[in-house]
């Protein structure tokens, strides 16, 4: 399982403004620090592993240009970033492109205070693969961007083109369908 660490926002500005400023060690520490998160986000929705890979540096590929013409982010460049993914996915596949949860492993994280990562930590794997396939594609992403990749509500609602209260209304919804799914899975196994 991957541990998600996240830097923090002061951190994470400083390295935008180095970025801003041709800093070459900036860029290649967000990339360092970004590459593998967004890698994972894409693999959810692509199959093919190497195309994800082309697809993550294509993310990195378009801030560089967006640096260069001075329209970079001016703040939470994990929400860029991961906004630029998101689109690069619906651009390639379209929105109705379901999660391949084939590697539902790598987007749990390994640690969390959050009632639903304690919750999600606890599931066999299977029954939660079967589970968020019950999901719509909407609460798959929203639990994959707040709980997968620990987005803030805004970083999500941001990504996802809804407002905050959207986003808690939806991460709400999802995680009591995904614990009603749960509950009927294992009620179907343990009766049959």
């Known amino acids: 399982m991957i541990l998600i660490t996240l830097p923090d926002l002061a951190f994470e500005d ?33 199959e093919d592993a190497p195309q994800a890979e082309d697809m993550a540096s294509d993310v990195f590929v378009k801030l560089l240009d967006s640096l260069r013409k001075g329209k970079a982010p001016r703040q939470s460049l994990r929400g860029w970033l991961f906004k630029v993914a998101r689109n690069g996915i619906y651009d390639h596949y379209g929105k109705r492109k379901r999660l391949t949860l084939t590697d539902l492993e790598d987007w749990i994280p390994a640690e969390g205070d959050e009632p639903e990562v304690q919750f999600m930590q606890t599931l066999n794997a299977e029954s939660l693969r079967a589970a968020l396939r019950l999901l719509t594609d909407e609460q798959q992403e929203v639990l994959i961007l707040r709980f997968g990749q620990m987005l803030s509500l805004q970083e999500t609602a941001a990504i996802m083109g809804k407002h905050v209260n959207a986003i808690k209304a939806l991460q709400f919804r999802a995680t009591n369908a995904l614990r009603r799914a749960l509950t009927q899975l294992r009620s179907e196994f343990a009766h049959g």
Do not use: P
């Open 14 to 46: 400083t390295l935008l403004a180095g970025a801003r400023n041709g800093s070459h060690e900036a860029l290649r520490q967000i990339f360092d620090l970004y590459y593998d998160s967004v890698y994972q986000y894409i693999r959810l929705r692509v």
